[in-house]
């Protein structure tokens, strides 16, 4: 998967690189193109706290580092979510996190057009209604092993983690 940044001014070509300084300003949020997908996207500039994977939730705040986002540190914190879209990032590395569109998301077992939900293994979503640990803004589009093993598509408009909705 290659993401292209469709925001020229930043002089940025590829947004699933890893950086060790700070291109943008963290929290910085751009458009960009994914050529797997074909759809454009909402993406966000953030500094890792801790090593990271594509697909992985993670917290957002312009403040501190991005966490990997769990059911049992971050349920009912209204706490924008992000998924990391690079390969891998080490600890206070940068890069974006996808905010918005069709997201390849670290996914237990879940069924298409299942609600996204934080579980205890932090970085991954299920479908499986935990308290406290839905995201709002988000369901899956896919059922787990699409587009890979271990991964699900999920369609996603700035995700905030809020009380299950039944």
Same mark, same amino acid.
């Given at each position: 998967?290659? &993401?292209?940044? =469709?925001?020229?001014?930043?002089?940025? +070509?590829? *947004?699933?690189?890893?950086?060790?300084?700070?291109?943008?300003? &963290?929290?910085?949020?751009?458009?960009?193109?994914?050529?797997?997908?074909?759809?454009?996207?909402? @993406?966000? @500039?953030?500094?890792?706290? +801790?090593?990271?994977?594509?697909?992985?939730?993670?917290? *957002?705040?312009?403040?501190?580092? /991005?966490?990997?986002?769990?059911?049992?540190?971050?349920?009912?914190?209204?706490?924008?979510?992000?998924?990391? &879209?690079?390969?891998?990032?080490?600890?206070?590395? @940068?890069?974006?996190?996808?905010?918005?569109?069709?997201?390849?998301?670290? +996914?237990?077992?879940?069924?298409?057009?299942?609600?996204?939900? *934080?579980?205890?293994?932090?970085?991954?979503?299920?479908?499986?209604?935990?308290?406290?640990?839905?995201? /709002?803004?988000?369901?899956?589009?896919?059922?787990?092993?699409?587009?890979?093993?271990?991964? /699900?598509?999920? =369609?996603? =408009?700035?995700?905030?983690?809020?009380?299950?909705?039944?």
């Amino acid at each position: 998967m290659t &993401v292209f940044c =469709n925001t020229s001014r930043l002089g940025i +070509a590829n *947004l699933d690189t890893v950086d060790t300084t700070a291109r943008v300003s &963290v929290g910085t949020t751009i458009e960009g193109y994914d050529d797997v997908t074909g759809q454009e996207s909402e @993406y966000q @500039y953030v500094r890792f706290a +801790a090593t990271t994977t594509v697909g992985q939730a993670v917290t *957002l705040n312009n403040t501190t580092k /991005a966490v990997l986002a769990s059911s049992t540190t971050h349920a009912n914190s209204g706490i924008a979510i992000g998924f990391a &879209v690079g390969a891998s990032y080490a600890a206070d590395q @940068y890069g974006w996190v996808q905010t918005g569109g069709k997201a390849k998301v670290k +996914a237990a077992t879940v069924a298409a057009a299942g609600k996204v939900q *934080l579980t205890t293994t932090a970085g991954t979503v299920d479908d499986a209604a935990v308290a406290g640990a839905q995201l /709002a803004g988000a369901v899956f589009e896919t059922a787990d092993g699409t587009p890979a093993a271990g991964f /699900a598509y999920a =369609n996603i =408009n700035r995700p905030r983690v809020q009380t299950q909705i039944t």
